[in-house]
């Protein structure tokens, strides 16, 4: 069942899961400099999940699945809040990480990581 469910907002953990995201890009970064691309794939995907649910903390929302969660994102979209390039990127990334972590095949390329692995719209976020 796709739903979104309300649940108190909360500013603190919006801030926290904004710090969160640039632990993870920090890290994210250094992994991709020394060669560990899987890591640093898998870590940017932590950098875009922690971002957008900055925004479900600071909305009161709480999505159950990937489905309400690029639903939610494209309400802002819609509003000219969020760029449609980032909830792009966002629903890429996701895949990529997934496909990294689950599934057999190439590992990920250098190029890859900094085509957008490494969170390259995610300074323009602003909550």
């Known amino acids: 069942m796709n739903r979104l469910l ?14 969160r995201a640039e632990l993870y890009l920090e890290e994210s970064r250094m992994a991709a400099a020394v060669g560990a691309y899987k890591i640093s794939l898998n870590g940017a995907g932590l950098v875009w999940y922690h971002a ?35 909830l792009t990127y966002f629903v890429w990334m996701r895949g990529k990480r997934r496909d990294n972590q689950y599934r057999l095949g190439p590992d990920p390329t250098a190029k890859e990581v900094a085509s957008g692995a490494v969170a390259r719209i995610y300074p323009n976020i602003v909550i």
């Not at 309300?6 to 710090?19: F, G, K, M, Q, T």
């Not at 900055?54 to 639903?71: E, H, K, P, S, Y």
Request: with cysteine; net charge negative; charged share 30%.
């Open 6 to 19: 309300h649940v108190p907002p909360s500013e603190e953990n919006a801030e926290e899961s904004l710090a």
């Open 52 to 86: 957008a649910q900055a925004l479900f903390f600071r909305d009161g929302i709480r999505g159950n699945n990937q489905f309400c969660t690029d639903a939610y994102l494209d309400t802002y979209v819609d509003t000219g809040d969020l760029e449609e390039e980032w």
